[in-house]
């Protein structure tokens, strides 16, 4: 299994910087993207941090690493509800190199969210937490919560910072799901084109309509893991072709276990 895989290789090929709003000590993001000058490779990045994809990705390489507590690289170390990760620049045997420091409040691992019943408020915490695979390097800072795991309505909110290289995205983000349906909401900013807010209405499959709103409009009618094109301003402007099916959308134990699967089997 390879920590990551599916996000590294889109985020370490584009030099972006994004701003939260939602922190008070955070700048306001000015929504001036104009989604008519990006690539392909910037609308899915910008498509997949707007379905919280890369925040619940993170989540799930945390219960991937926390699965043995007698791990010596990253460490963990386990206190009641609360485990802490910590890596001090070592390399796992999958080659994966990992330094600073990620906590979890009642976070499960992979086999308790496929074989458990997780239930009850998560709260991750990364510090500089960084993992670097063939030469290319992820880095995670901020703050990932979720609302009650064991319920199938709940929120997955996060105040993430994803370093890339010499690059920096902050996004604040929150995604509220209710009788299967999820509506993302939130502001993004790109260093390279610039902010736009986020909305739209999903399934707990990940289908439905998603519309950025920046200088123009950028509008996508997803579907699972079917290639869509996406428009801008009305008009036909790419194609948008997600690597497998989206279960990564709803903060409830059935896409949880999806995600786990998806990322045992890579």
Not at 109 to 114: H, K, V
Request: hydrophobic content about 35%; glycine content about 10%; some cysteine.
């Amino acid at each position: 299994m390879k920590i990551f895989s599916r996000f590294l290789p889109v985020l370490l090929a584009l030099p972006l910087a994004t701003g939260a709003c939602g922190d008070d000590d955070s700048p306001a993001v000015e929504p001036d993207a104009d989604f008519s000058a990006i690539t392909e490779a910037q609308a899915a990045l910008a498509i997949e941090t707007s379905t919280s994809g890369a925040a619940f990705e993170a989540l799930l390489t945390f219960g991937a690493l926390a699965e043995d507590p007698t791990a010596s690289c990253p460490t963990v170390q386990v206190d009641g509800d609360r485990t802490t990760l910590v890596g001090d620049g070592c390399t796992t045997e999958d080659g994966t190199t990992i330094s600073g420091r990620a906590t979890g409040i009642n976070a499960p691992t992979i086999s308790e969210i496929l074989f458990g019943n997780p239930s009850g408020d998560v709260r991750y915490d990364f510090d500089n937490f960084r993992l670097q695979e063939d030469g290319e390097e992820v880095g995670l800072d901020g703050t990932v919560e979720i609302s009650d795991l064991s319920n199938e309505d709940g929120t997955l909110r996060s105040t993430l910072t994803l370093t890339l290289a010499d690059e920096t995205i902050f996004f604040d983000h929150q995604i509220t799901c209710v009788s299967s349906r999820c509506e993302p909401s939130g502001s993004i900013e790109f260093d390279s084109f610039g902010g736009f807010a986020v909305s739209g209405s999903l399934d707990d499959q990940g289908a439905g309509s998603l519309r950025l709103s920046g200088a123009n409009v950028m509008t996508v009618e997803l579907n699972g893991d079917t290639c869509v094109p996406y428009l801008v301003d009305g008009a036909e402007a790419g194609n948008y072709c997600p690597e497998g099916p989206e279960a990564l959308v709803a903060p409830n134990p059935s896409s949880f276990a999806a995600g786990a699967l998806r990322l045992l089997n890579r």
